[in-house]
């Protein structure tokens, strides 16, 4: 069965055909590093991550390129709050850190690379100046705004006429522009001091601009949509394969995205764009801005890795989610579940009743049929829940053959774990050898054990045994770093 998707230009779902056979080059619109990362943000993490491991499972080399915002009126806003930093760089470095420990600890491969915008303004401002060379973008008052109507089919990807789309961009910039519609590439100085109150934290700390570099148009700061389009041609290519991010990003940066792209190329910028839907708290979108959110850490250190992959895949990437206590606790259930089962087959093949002349039709059968039905659920549009369905159903039959049969069939038991790792582990991301479900904080407090008595054998003048601790520590992939307040350690440094 071919990858079918669901494209979002199109409104159909339709056989993916990558311009190269044997590659694909993927671009997910990454975080705006302004806060920690929350469950909203996992969920399209981990929806994007099966899809590079599903495409790679067909074979495809996948190029997947994730940015960081770290450009942002929301970051600057956060300028001297809570010793974040004392800058926009600096608040923005933090929570890339933040951001990569929490990647890693849901078990996400690693993308090609992370851009980040402010290394990327050199191709920003390339790209700037060749959108107004080719009549597509305009100079005002030391801004660059992109006009809308030189782009025919501007409002296709959201489904729009451009006589229906309202005003963007701020108030002040209406006088500046041609048509309300028309979009800021490059914006003159720095964050203006509304923009930075209407996302402050906390209002007793002096409000900062913001960074600005040199431009042919003057001193300013890069447009939010502009960045993107730059940043994946500098990594990827002018045209792409898959373009991934949240709904609500369809309007207005992705048709902003398309919009620059082509009318700058005069190439299609993506053959397929993949949306995300809502994840909501409480039927509101769970969000930052809203305070309503429950942190990737957070969530971990309650339920574990496998329970939270289990409890985000449990719906497909472009199906609404509603995060509740009774979800979760199914989500943990079932974890669990599949966790069990693994455990008990490796245990019955790996013992002396798993005999080479005992045939078990039902269980080959059933891993006959769920490795079709995970293959047929997966080749359509990336159903997740289709696919832990299948994986779930053999969990079931591999526990009614054991407790029926005192002897088993090796071969089926076999085939049976190989479906879970490759499925489960190799496709879903679960982990099934690393007791990753459960109280993931008893790492952390162990590993914090370890460092007091490092401490202790550091103040009685033992450094020879301090040393040691730090050793075998770091290659567990314990990463330490001593600093005035003490040790502060990094888990899977090693990895």
Sequence with gaps: MTLRVENTLTGEREPFEPQDPDSVLLYYCGLTVSDRAHLGHARTWVHVDVMHRWLEHL?????????????????????????????????????????????????????????????????????????????????????????????????ELSNQRLDEIESQGDPDERSEKR????????????????????????????????QTWESPWGEG?????????????????????????????????????????????????????????????????MSSSLGNFITVDEALADYGLNAIRTFLLSGSYNSTQTYSESAIQEAVERAERLERTHERAVAALDGPDARTKVDDERLRDAVDDTREAFTTAMN????????????LELATVINSRLDAEDEHDYRALKRAVETFEEFGEGILGLSFTEGTTGEVGIADELVEL?????????????????????TELEALGVEIQDTDDGPTYRLGAGE
């Design 59 to 155: 074979g495809y080399a996948v190029r997947h390129v994730e940015n960081f915002t770290d450009v942002n009126e929301k970051i600057v806003a956060r300028v001297g709050e809570d010793d974040l930093g004392d800058s926009e760089n600096a608040v923005a470095r933090g929570f890339i850190e933040k951001t990569l420990d929490d990647m890693r600890a849901l078990n996400l491969k690693r993308a090609e690379v992370y851009p980040r915008v402010s290394e990327h303004i050199p191709e920003i401002v390339d790209l700037v100046e060749r959108l107004v060379e080719g009549g597509h973008a305009y100079e005002s008052n030391g801004s660059v705004y992109f006009d809308v109507g030189s782009f025919d089919s501007y409002g």
């Design 179 to 210: 048509h309300p519609a028309d979009f800021a590439l490059w914006k003159a100085g720095g964050v203006s001091p509304e923009a930075v109150s209407e996302h402050r934290h906390d209002e007793s700390v002096a409000p900062s601009s913001g």
């Design 221 to 285: 700061r890069p447009g939010w949509h502009i960045e993107c389009s730059a940043m994946s041609m500098a990594h990827l290519d002018e045209t792409i394969d898959i373009h991934v991010g949240g709904r609500d990003l369809v309007f207005p940066h992705h048709e902003n995205e398309r919009a620059q792209s082509e009318a700058a190329t005069g190439e299609t910028f993506s053959e397929y764009w993949l949306h995300a839907d809502l994840f909501a708290m409480d039927d509101e979108k």
């Design 380 to 391: 359509d549009d990336f159903n997740t829940r289709g696919a832990l369905a299948a994986l």
């Design 450 to 470: 370890l460092l007091d008595v490092r401490e202790s054998a550091r103040e009685a003048g033992n450094y020879d045994r301090a040393d040691e601790l730090r």
